[in-house]
């Protein structure tokens, strides 16, 4: 299984930088999540992560102009997010990953990568209805398990045909998360 770690702004602002070094060791990629500040701030901090992290794999959320501009691998959407066709032949060279909350949303939208969620319980400010850990092989497309991920009910994920797990949370314990993912 792969590492898909979310480099959040809110989440990690002041430490942003020190956060993605550490992350690249034990991360796949790192998508950096990053809303609801000026396009000029956006593009300046994608910048300086791609300059700080040459060799990692780095998407951005929602904004493929900027994640071309910067560098970045790729450009991760959701519902609200321009069509991800409209985006793929607007920008051909990005690997487009794509938000989905069921099984449907993965099969009628077209993207090289999804991230499922919620998976477990996690803590949000409106009311957090679990998928559980849902078997997703027969799907055939890369998943990425999202959503209350730990070191405790990672192993619940395994043989369900997810690509990899995906997490903000997960950070302090993705050394170990790594060598358990690896060891399986």
């Given at each position: 299984m792969?590492?898909?770690?979310?480099?959040?702004?809110?989440?990690?602002r002041e430490?942003i930088?020190?956060?993605?070094?550490?992350?690249?060791t034990y991360?796949?990629?790192?998508?950096?999540r990053i809303k609801?500040i000026?396009t000029?701030?956006?593009l300046?901090?994608s910048t300086r992560?791609?300059?700080d992290?040459?060799?990692s794999?780095?998407?951005?959320s929602?904004?493929?102009d900027?994640?071309?501009?910067?560098?970045?691998n790729?450009?991760?959407?959701g519902s609200?997010?321009i069509p991800?066709?409209?985006?793929?032949?607007?920008?051909p060279?990005l690997e487009l990953?794509?938000?989905a909350?069921?099984?449907?949303?993965?099969e009628?939208?077209?993207?090289d990568?999804?991230?499922?969620?919620?998976?477990?319980?996690t803590k949000?400010?409106y009311?957090?209805?679990p998928l559980?850990?849902?078997?997703?092989?027969f799907?055939?497309?890369r998943?990425?398990a999202?959503?209350?991920?730990?070191i405790?009910?990672?192993?619940?994920?395994?043989?369900?045909?997810?690509?990899?797990?995906?997490?903000?949370?997960f950070?302090?314990?993705?050394?170990v998360l790594?060598?358990?993912?690896?060891?399986?």
């Amino acid at each position: 299984m792969k590492i898909l770690f979310i480099l959040d702004y809110t989440t990690f602002r002041e430490n942003i930088f020190d956060v993605a070094k550490e992350a690249s060791t034990y991360a796949d990629a790192i998508w950096f999540r990053i809303k609801n500040i000026d396009t000029v701030d956006i593009l300046y901090l994608s910048t300086r992560l791609r300059n700080d992290l040459p060799s990692s794999h780095l998407i951005l959320s929602e904004r493929p102009d900027i994640a071309q501009i910067a560098g970045f691998n790729g450009v991760h959407l959701g519902s609200n997010s321009i069509p991800t066709h409209t985006i793929k032949k607007a920008f051909p060279d990005l690997e487009l990953g794509y938000s989905a909350h069921s099984i449907n949303e993965i099969e009628e939208i077209e993207a090289d990568y999804y991230t499922l969620s919620p998976i477990f319980y996690t803590k949000k400010e409106y009311e957090v209805d679990p998928l559980g850990p849902v078997n997703v092989s027969f799907v055939g497309k890369r998943i990425y398990a999202l959503g209350g991920i730990s070191i405790n009910n990672v192993a619940e994920l395994f043989n369900r045909g997810f690509y990899g797990i995906a997490g903000i949370s997960f950070f302090k314990d993705l050394n170990v998360l790594s060598r358990k993912i690896k060891s399986c």
